[in-house]
Protein backbone atom coordinates (compact mmCIF):
# COMPACT_ATOMS: atom_id res chain seq x y z
CA UNK A 1 0.00 0.00 0.00
CA UNK A 2 1.61 3.38 -1.02
CA UNK A 3 2.57 5.64 1.99
CA UNK A 4 1.64 9.14 2.72
CA UNK A 5 2.32 11.83 4.98
CA UNK A 6 -0.19 13.07 7.00
CA UNK A 7 -0.81 16.05 9.76
CA UNK A 8 -1.47 14.21 13.28
CA UNK A 9 -3.86 16.42 14.58
CA UNK A 10 -6.17 15.47 11.34
CA UNK A 11 -6.11 11.42 12.33
CA UNK A 12 -7.30 12.54 16.20
CA UNK A 13 -4.07 13.58 17.68
CA UNK A 14 -4.13 15.90 20.27
CA UNK A 15 -1.04 17.84 18.97
CA UNK A 16 -2.42 21.12 18.09
CA UNK A 17 -0.99 24.48 19.75
CA UNK A 18 -3.78 24.60 22.10
CA UNK A 19 -3.77 20.57 23.01
CA UNK A 20 -6.22 19.95 20.77
CA UNK A 21 -7.00 17.98 17.75
CA UNK A 22 -8.78 18.56 14.32
CA UNK A 23 -10.48 15.27 13.13
CA UNK A 24 -11.67 14.89 9.78
CA UNK A 25 -13.75 11.86 8.63
CA UNK A 26 -12.23 12.07 5.06
CA UNK A 27 -9.07 12.28 5.59
CA UNK A 28 -9.32 9.48 8.36
CA UNK A 29 -11.30 7.37 5.99
CA UNK A 30 -8.36 7.33 3.22
CA UNK A 31 -6.32 4.47 5.71
CA UNK A 32 -8.33 1.96 3.28
CA UNK A 33 -6.51 3.39 0.50
CA UNK A 34 -2.88 4.27 1.66
CA UNK A 35 -0.66 3.48 4.69
CA UNK A 36 -1.12 6.60 6.90
CA UNK A 37 1.96 8.39 8.21
CA UNK A 38 0.61 10.98 11.12
CA UNK A 39 3.44 13.34 11.29
CA UNK A 40 3.33 16.77 13.44
CA UNK A 41 6.47 19.33 12.46
CA UNK A 42 5.94 21.26 15.45
CA UNK A 43 6.07 18.52 18.08
CA UNK A 44 9.15 17.06 15.98
CA UNK A 45 10.82 20.76 16.06
CA UNK A 46 10.84 20.27 19.95
CA UNK A 47 8.15 22.23 21.18
CA UNK A 48 5.67 21.42 23.49
CA UNK A 49 1.78 20.48 23.10
CA UNK A 50 0.08 22.86 24.18
CA UNK A 51 2.28 25.82 22.98
CA UNK A 52 2.06 29.47 22.11
CA UNK A 53 0.84 30.31 18.96
CA UNK A 54 3.35 30.91 16.22
CA UNK A 55 2.70 32.79 12.62
CA UNK A 56 5.11 33.37 9.54
CA UNK A 57 6.93 37.00 10.14
CA UNK A 58 8.42 37.36 6.76
CA UNK A 59 11.21 35.37 6.43
CA UNK A 60 10.92 34.30 10.42
CA UNK A 61 8.42 31.96 12.88
CA UNK A 62 7.28 33.91 15.64
CA UNK A 63 5.36 33.33 18.98
CA UNK A 64 2.44 35.58 19.73
CA UNK A 65 4.51 36.68 22.61
CA UNK A 66 7.76 37.20 20.29
CA UNK A 67 9.62 34.34 20.63
CA UNK A 68 11.28 33.63 17.77
CA UNK A 69 10.68 29.79 16.98
CA UNK A 70 11.75 29.85 13.52
CA UNK A 71 14.51 27.25 14.18
CA UNK A 72 11.75 24.77 15.80
CA UNK A 73 9.96 25.45 12.64
CA UNK A 74 12.94 24.51 10.18
CA UNK A 75 14.21 21.39 12.24
CA UNK A 76 10.40 19.77 12.34
CA UNK A 77 10.02 20.24 9.04
CA UNK A 78 13.52 18.51 8.47
CA UNK A 79 12.17 15.83 10.51
CA UNK A 80 9.16 15.39 8.51
CA UNK A 81 11.26 15.31 5.03
CA UNK A 82 13.23 12.75 6.57
CA UNK A 83 10.28 10.51 7.61
CA UNK A 84 8.54 11.17 4.49
CA UNK A 85 12.09 10.49 1.85
CA UNK A 86 12.78 7.01 4.28
CA UNK A 87 9.16 5.89 3.61
CA UNK A 88 9.13 6.99 -0.31
CA UNK A 89 6.15 9.50 0.18
CA UNK A 90 5.05 10.89 -2.80
CA UNK A 91 2.02 12.98 -1.74
CA UNK A 92 1.30 14.92 1.69
CA UNK A 93 -2.53 15.89 3.80
CA UNK A 94 -1.73 18.67 5.76
CA UNK A 95 -3.79 20.87 8.04
CA UNK A 96 -4.86 24.25 6.37
CA UNK A 97 -3.52 27.27 7.65
CA UNK A 98 -0.77 26.46 9.88
CA UNK A 99 1.99 28.36 9.91
CA UNK A 100 3.87 25.04 9.49
CA UNK A 101 1.44 22.84 7.22
CA UNK A 102 -0.70 25.01 5.72
CA UNK A 103 -1.09 25.65 1.83
CA UNK A 104 -1.85 28.66 -0.29
CA UNK A 105 -3.02 30.74 2.70
CA UNK A 106 -1.54 31.58 6.46
CA UNK A 107 -1.97 33.96 8.82
CA UNK A 108 -0.33 36.71 8.55
CA UNK A 109 1.86 37.41 11.09
CA UNK A 110 -0.47 40.09 12.97
CA UNK A 111 -2.38 37.87 14.89
CA UNK A 112 -5.39 39.36 13.90
CA UNK A 113 -6.73 35.91 11.77
CA UNK A 114 -6.33 37.77 8.55
CA UNK A 115 -4.87 35.32 5.46
CA UNK A 116 -2.87 35.82 3.23
CA UNK A 117 -1.58 33.58 0.10
CA UNK A 118 1.56 31.90 1.10
CA UNK A 119 2.75 28.19 2.31
CA UNK A 120 3.74 26.99 6.09
CA UNK A 121 7.20 25.90 6.57
CA UNK A 122 6.48 22.28 6.01
CA UNK A 123 4.39 22.38 2.82
CA UNK A 124 6.99 24.66 1.62
CA UNK A 125 9.62 22.31 2.17
CA UNK A 126 8.10 19.41 0.80
CA UNK A 127 7.17 20.95 -2.55
CA UNK A 128 10.60 21.44 -3.16
CA UNK A 129 10.95 18.75 -2.80
CA UNK A 130 8.92 17.31 -5.44
CA UNK A 131 6.18 16.04 -3.05
CA UNK A 132 2.87 17.42 -3.87
CA UNK A 133 0.59 18.85 -0.82
CA UNK A 134 -3.61 18.63 -0.30
CA UNK A 135 -5.28 20.26 2.21
CA UNK A 136 -8.23 18.58 3.76
CA UNK A 137 -10.30 20.61 1.88
CA UNK A 138 -8.58 18.90 -1.09
CA UNK A 139 -9.04 14.98 -0.54
CA UNK A 140 -10.93 14.59 -3.99
CA UNK A 141 -8.27 15.79 -5.82
CA UNK A 142 -5.43 13.29 -4.57
S1 LIG B 1 2.07 21.36 12.97
FE1 LIG B 1 0.65 20.49 11.49
S2 LIG B 1 0.21 18.46 12.39
FE2 LIG B 1 1.07 19.69 14.02
S3 LIG B 1 -0.69 20.57 15.04
FE3 LIG B 1 0.01 22.06 13.54
S4 LIG B 1 -1.27 21.65 11.74
FE4 LIG B 1 -1.41 19.86 13.07
Not at 90 to 110: E, F, H, N, R, V
Request: proline fraction near 4%.
Amino acid sequence: MEKIIVSACLLGVPCRYDGKSKPENEVIALKDRYELIPVCAEVLGGLPTPRVGAEIVGDKVVRSDGVDVTYEYHKGANEVLKIAKENGCKIAILKSKSPSCGKGKIYDGTYTRTLIDGNGVLTDLLIKNNIKVYTETEIDKI
